[in-house]
């Protein structure tokens, strides 16, 4: 166990809805990561927090958003949802202090868009 | 040059066999490179990682290469399990403004079989 709880496991939407995903950090991890696992593009980074505050951007589109609340949970905002978008979308947190860049994974929120 | 391109696809070794995966990246700024492993139904796990400024690091059977001039990283491990049996994903990052490094980016990861 990573101790990065995900929520929930599985969705399944419609096109153009919009969806809300929530990760909960280890605890005392200060940054969160958000990484989007799909068979034709693999694992991309999408996002990071850290301490609340947005720090790093990766390939997130527009109709995607995420934030970081003061407890350091985290929520992505998928919306306009198309059917590209399934996908299996990870958070992974980390102390994030220098040489010590390993990353927690949580075991992910398979998204289903029918 | 963000990419990280990771060959083979797919490995089958028998137990007990030595198993190879080789990263190859474009990006020089990249200085940190990380190994991960996923099971099905789990997240990624790190397994080892390496900076630059070494050609190689142990960790029991898992051992990184890494030959910077020719920009290409290789995990190595040794008298595979069953339980090795997993997919295995190379990564790379650099520092971003705040110092952190965890915006990799993976490789497209190989599907490891381990025969008993």
């Known amino acids: 166990d990573s101790g990065v709880t995900q929520t929930p496991k599985h969705l399944i939407t419609a096109t153009g809805q919009r969806v809300t995903l929530r990760c909960s950090p280890r605890s005392g991890d200060l940054s969160v990561y958000w990484y989007q696992q799909s068979l034709d593009q693999g694992l991309q980074f999408l996002i990071q927090?850290?301490?609340?505050?947005?720090?790093a951007k990766g390939n997130i589109l527009e109709r995607f958003s995420a934030q970081q609340f003061p407890d350091l949970h985290s929520e992505l905002n998928l919306s306009s949802l198309e059917l590209g978008d399934s996908a299996l979308y990870f958070c992974?947190?980390?102390?994030?202090?220098?040489?010590?860049?390993?990353?927690?994974f949580g075991s992910g929120t398979q998204l289903s868009v029918l | 040059q963000q990419q990280v391109k990771q060959s083979p696809q797919s490995l089958i070794v028998q137990k007990g066999g030595i198993s190879i995966i080789n990263c190859a990246y474009e990006n020089t700024a990249f200085d940190y490179f990380p190994w991960y492993q996923q099971f099905p139904g789990k997240g990624p796990a790190l397994l080892i990682a390496i900076r630059p400024d070494v050609s190689e690091k142990k960790e029991g059977r898992f051992t990184i290469s890494f030959n910077k001039s020719a920009k290409q990283f290789s995990l190595h491990i040794m008298d595979s399990q069953p339980g090795d049996s997993a997919t295995y994903f190379c990564a790379a990052s650099w520092a971003n403004y705040g110092g952190s490094q965890g915006n990799l980016i993976f490789g497209k990861g190989t599907k490891l079989s381990v025969k008993p």
């Open positions: 927090y850290y301490n609340g505050e947005e720090r």
């Open positions: 992974a947190s980390s102390v994030d202090v220098a040489h010590d860049e390993k990353l927690f």
